[in-house]
Antibody, heavy 116, light 106 residues
Framework: QVQLRESGPGLVKPSETLSLTCTVS????????FDWIRQSPGKGLEWIGY???????YYNPSLKSRVTLSMDTSKNHFSLNLSSVTAADTAIYYC??????????WGQGTLVSVSS | DIQMTQSASSLSVSLGDRVTITCRAS??????LNWYQQKPGKAPKLLVY???SLQDGAPARFSGGGSGTDFNLTIDSLQPEDFATYFC?????????FGQGTKLEI
């Protein structure tokens, strides 16, 4: 059974870059779409973007100028970088595997706070 | 972006009730509609995909329906473990979007 786990700093300073990694175990990351989603009290669930093992990516236009997604198939993990963060980026960040458009498998989520 | 609206932010329900949660899309999304259950401190869990297909492991008391712009999730005979927040999500086109959630309360 596939498992996903997010890792990274829980606190990021304003204007800096938020960096998270999602490690996938129990299955290969090849042939699947993987997404990042965040959840905050103010904005609810917000889809950030997806990537595919070929390198194909798609970002939410609302975040596109600040987001970069990348994948390391040799380590079976993928990463999120979100630059120039503000307090509005404080949220629980989830990585998820997607099939047929639905998010079938999720990480446990990691809370990232933006504060000086 | 396609806006997803769950008109009820919360519903007051009782054990054994038949509960229907509704979701409306701002445009026709055919049957590209998914439902998730989320409990406090946990990630959302997929219940229904493509409007009416039950995800492996989801109890048979959950069912999805609707099409186009109006959708519903029905829970037959509410169980104690069903008290949670439910979200709809459209997978018709990116950016994928979610409803604001409906919380089932006693």
């Amino acid at each position: 059974q596939v498992q996903l786990r997010e890792s990274g700093p829980g606190l990021v300073k304003p204007s800096e870059t938020l960096s998270l990694t999602c490690t996938v175990s129990g299955d290969s990351i090849i042939d699947y779409y993987f997404d990042w989603i965040r959840q905050s009290p103010g904005k609810g669930l917000e889809w950030i973007g997806y990537l595919y093992y070929t390198g194909r990516t798609y970002y939410n236009p609302s975040l596109k100028s600040r987001v970069t997604l990348s994948m390391d198939t040799s380590k079976n993990h993928f990463s999120l970088n979100l630059s120039s963060v503000t307090a509005a980026d404080t949220a629980i960040y989830y990585c998820a595997r997607r099939r047929r458009g639905a998010f079938t498998d999720w990480g446990q989520g990691t809370l990232v706070s933006v504060s000086s | 972006d396609i806006q997803m609206t769950q008109s009820a932010s919360s519903l007051s329900v009782s054990l054994g009730d038949r509960v229907t949660i509704t979701c409306r899309a701002s445009q026709n999304i055919r049957n590209y509609l998914n439902w998730y259950q989320q409990k406090p401190g946990k990630a959302p869990k997929l219940l229904v995909y493509d409007e009416s297909s039950l995800q492996d492991g989801a109890p048979a008391r959950f069912s999805g329906g609707g099409s186009g712009t109006d959708f519903n999730l029905t829970i037959d005979s509410l169980q104690p473990e069903d008290f949670a927040t439910y979200f709809c999500q459209q997978s018709y086109s990116a950016p994928y979007t979610f409803g604001q959630g409906t919380k089932l309360e006693i």
